[in-house]
């Protein structure tokens, strides 16, 4: 019974939607899926994917499925000091876990930014976060929404929002213009200093395997 409301909502969808909505999965899942293990009452485990011309449902082999696409997601510039020490100050406030990273630099971050019709330039200047499907923010909303879903005091930076966004936004520019000269950039993803904290990342195997192909 549930499939079946399932697909009929998401019949109702347009095409380009129904398949934003099959490639996330709620976070609750997301370890199982991560690992190859079933997702009990997930699309994910059903292996459902629609097909954009005809709209219609097709079963396929997990090993065709498309990327699964994780919510509360950061893409930032990896190779960036402050952009590093913003990530490390969540990381450490962000108890439950309910944030996730990727490098912009990584490959794994494509299929983010392609679902939100961004490019790595437009990363690099104000980074994404990606809440769910549908929903991502950037520059100072994607810092706000972020600190939203951390505990107290950060959650209450989040009444910022109420100033108007040209404002905010013109003081992160600011920033992120100027982020290099005055905090220093690395050459690779500086998650790779502090091994400690890949594991909130969803592309710590790539960045794990490429460090080895440098040595």
Not at 43 to 48: D, R
Not at 187 to 211: A, G, P
Request: charged share 25%; hydrophobic share 40%; proline share 4%.
């Amino acid at each position: 019974m549930k499939m079946i409301k399932t697909m009929k909502f998401l019949s109702s969808l347009p095409a380009t939607r129904r398949l934003i909505h099959l490639r996330f999965v709620s976070s609750s899942t997301m370890s199982d899926a991560i690992n190859g293990d079933s997702v009990s009452g997930g699309l994910a485990a059903e292996g459902l994917v629609y097909d954009g011309e005809s709209a219609s449902a097709t079963v396929v082999k997990s090993s065709t499925l498309p990327t699964v696409l994780q919510p509360r997601v950061v893409v930032y510039d990896g190779v960036c000091h402050l952009c590093h020490r913003g990530v490390k100050l969540v990381i450490n406030a962000d108890k439950d876990k309910r944030i996730k990273f990727c490098c912009l630099q990584s490959k794994a971050a494509e299929p983010y930014m392609r679902v939100c019709g961004v490019d790595r330039e437009d990363v690099s200047r104000r980074f994404l976060f990606i809440e769910g499907p549908y929903e991502y923010h950037q520059g100072s909303t994607a810092a706000l929404k972020v600190l939203s879903y951390l505990p107290l005091p950060y959650s209450a930076l989040s009444t910022l929002m109420i100033i108007p966004t040209p404002i905010r936004d013109f003081a992160y520019d600011y920033i992120a213009k100027r982020r290099y000269a005055w905090f220093g950039k690395d050459t690779n993803c500086l998650v790779l200093k502090e091994k400690e904290l890949l594991e909130r990342f969803i592309d710590r195997d790539e960045m794990v395997q490429k460090e080895w192909s440098d040595e």
